[in-house]
């Protein structure tokens, strides 16, 4: 059994919480990472992620050795 994690959520939990024709899953133009959520889900994703303060996510370099 799953559950919601509780609070306000910015986007739908579940593809049954879309409006009609709204896609699940699709891909921020952006930054090309795949959104869930339809378009309330890229809405937030926006807000969040793409904001004015700029990209907060961390960028890692991985060295690998031959």
Known sequence: MSRAA??????PLTPADLPADDDWLRGCPDCHLPIQG????L?????????????PRTPIT???DY
């Open 38 to 41: 339809g378009a309330a889900g």
């Open 62 to 64: 991985i060295r690998l």
């Open 6 to 11: 509780p609070g306000p959520h910015p986007h």
């Open 43 to 55: 809405a937030a994703h926006r807000r969040t992620v793409h904001t004015n303060a700029g990209d």
